[in-house]
Structures are given as structure tokens and as C-alpha cells.
């Protein structure tokens, strides 16, 4: 893997705008410009530390696991002197192109059990449709 890029803080100071907007969060220096108006939070509160080390905002927040995988996806380098943790991108990340863990809840991950449900979901109901009709066939009376 290559080696990330280091940047001094006076470096990610010139990053404070909302058109280039940069943040350090645990070491990692993060280029936010263009989570700014996806952020669930608000544009404003990253507008307030942009260009600044914001560790300690975002952890006073308690963002979520899903949040900290995001920050991966906006990392532009390292902060001089800090130790980050290499993380394996592809494994470590949730999803790292629709930053949504919490949508693999919706994937079916078992085939065969997704089959069984929708033949009892087709059959049931022809299974009552029937004997209704039966029933019906069995109880009508000829004048
Ligand atoms: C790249 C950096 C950041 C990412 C990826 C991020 C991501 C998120 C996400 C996904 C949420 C939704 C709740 C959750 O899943 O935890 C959230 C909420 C929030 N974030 Fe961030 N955030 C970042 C930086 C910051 C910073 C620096 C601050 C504060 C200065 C902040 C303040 C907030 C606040 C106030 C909320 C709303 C919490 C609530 O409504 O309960 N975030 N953020």
C-alpha cells in the first residue's frame, strides 16, 4: 500500500471554506467539501472546526460505527506525527461506495429459505381458495 500523504496543521488550515473544506479527525485529514450537505448533522457544525482538528467534536457526538467507516472514505493524508492505524480498505469498510451498513439488513442472504417463503406465500392461499370452493361445491343447494 502506498504512503499516505502528510500534512502539517497549518497545511489543513488553508482548507477552512465550504468550497475546500478539510477536517482532522484521529489523525487522518479528511477533504469534507463534499459531505458538507450530506452530513446528518448539519453543514454548520463541520463548518465551525474546518480546517482544525475536530477529534474531539466528532467524538463528543457518539457517532455511530457507520460514521467512522465514512470518515476512511474522505481521507486525503495523514496529520504529521500522529499514529493512524492502517486500515484495509476493502475488508474493514462496510460499504464503501453507498456508506450504508445499515442497509445490508435488507439483503436476503439466504436463498433457499427466500424460496420456501414465497412458494408457502403462493401456495397458502390457493390452498384455502380450494377448499372454499369445495366447500361451497358440497353445501349448494338445487332447487
Ligand atoms: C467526516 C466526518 C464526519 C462524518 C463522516 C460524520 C457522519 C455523521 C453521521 C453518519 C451522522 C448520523 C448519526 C450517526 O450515524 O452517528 C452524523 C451526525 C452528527 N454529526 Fe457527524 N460526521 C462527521 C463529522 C462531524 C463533526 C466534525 C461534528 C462536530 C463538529 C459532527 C457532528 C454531528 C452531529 C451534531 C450529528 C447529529 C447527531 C444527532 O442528531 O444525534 N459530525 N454525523
Not at 473544506?21 to 465551525?48: M, Q, S, Y
Not at 482538528?53 to 500522529?82: C, P, R, W
Not at 450504508?100 to 403462493?122: L, P, Q, R, W
Request: glycine share 6%; charged share 25%; hydrophobic share 40%.
Amino acid at each position: 500500500m502506498a504512503e499516505p500523504r502528510v500534512f502539517t496543521l497549518s497545511q489543513v488550515a488553508q482548507h477552512k471554506s465550504n468550497r475546500d473544506c478539510w477536517v482532522v479527525i484521529n489523525g487522518r485529514v479528511l477533504d469534507v467539501t463534499k459531505f458538507l450537505e450530506e452530513h446528518p448533522g448539519g453543514e454548520e457544525v463541520i463548518a465551525e472546526v474546518a480546517g482544525k482538528e475536530a477529534t474531539k467534536q466528532f467524538d463528543a457526538i457518539g457517532h455511530s460505527k457507520a460514521a467512522e467507516n465514512m470518515v476512511l472514505k474522505y481521507q486525503v493524508g495523514v496529520l504529521e506525527g500522529s499514529k493512524v492505524e492502517e486500515v484495509d480498505m476493502i475488508d474493514d469498510v462496510v460499504d464503501k461506495e453507498s456508506n450504508t451498513e445499515e442497509m445490508s439488513a435488507f439483503v436476503i442472504k439466504d436463498g433457499a429459505n427466500y424460496k420456501s417463503i414465497s412458494f408457502y406465500d403462493f401456495f397458502v392461499p390457493l390452498l384455502v381458495a380450494a377448499l372454499y370452493f369445495g366447500y361451497r361445491c358440497l353445501t349448494i343447494t338445487h332447487y
